[in-house]
């Protein structure tokens, strides 16, 4: 049986072609992808990507429309539709709704869905404030029941030195072993 991944996708913009390899390196495994946007995602063209545009290849990739609203986002837990969840790209701001309990997006409602039924939550980081005001989040989250970190680093640590960013690289494996109830280690990594 194939293994449901839902892939949320925030607005991490830059990390896009980084997720859309991974995409592709998935489905040609014959993993399912079930993909969830944010509002940000879902409606905001940037010069990385025009949203219509993402959304076609997310699609054509996938062979899934990304649940795209709340109301189709809630089901997601008690249906029972995916395995494991991972949030790749995660900004700081999803970061911190996940850790304060916020369900204001798609995405959030997906990751609050899917964690009822005591699933892996996996997270890749990418946000520029991760080491200042999100650290405090980012603590709770390392330390919470079926949350998982793909491993990551400072990208930028003179330029940008509260950032942080996932190796998403690491993103399967760090599913499977979230599937096995198990932390991918090192979770730190001196540089990407």
Do not use: W
Request: aromatic share 6%; proline share 5%; net charge positive.
């Amino acid at each position: 049986m194939k293994i449901r991944i839902g892939l949320a996708i925030t607005g991490s913009f830059c990390t896009y072609d980084k997720i859309l390899k991974q995409i592709e390196l998935l489905t040609q495994k014959e993993y399912e992808i079930l993909p969830i946007f944010s509002y940000s995602v879902d409606q905001t063209d940037t010069r990385f990507f025009n949203a219509k545009d993402f959304k076609q290849k997310i699609t054509e990739l996938t062979g899934h429309k990304p649940i795209n609203t709340i109301s189709l986002a809630e089901p997601v837990g008690p249906q029972n539709l995916i395995d494991v969840l991972a949030v790749a790209p995660c900004t700081g701001n999803t970061l911190a709704k996940i850790a304060n309990a916020i369900t204001d997006t798609p995405v959030l409602m997906t990751v609050k869905a899917h964690l009822r039924n005591n699933k892996p939550l996996v997270i890749g980081i990418s946000t520029n404030d991760a080491l200042g005001l999100n650290l405090k989040n980012l603590g709770t989250l390392l330390s919470t029941k079926n949350v998982y970190f793909v491993p990551f680093c400072q990208d930028d640590s003179v330029k940008k030195p509260n950032s942080l960013i996932a190796n998403f690289d690491l993103l399967e494996s760090t599913i499977l072993e979230a599937l096995n109830g198990k932390q991918i280690e090192p979770v730190i990594l001196t540089k990407y």
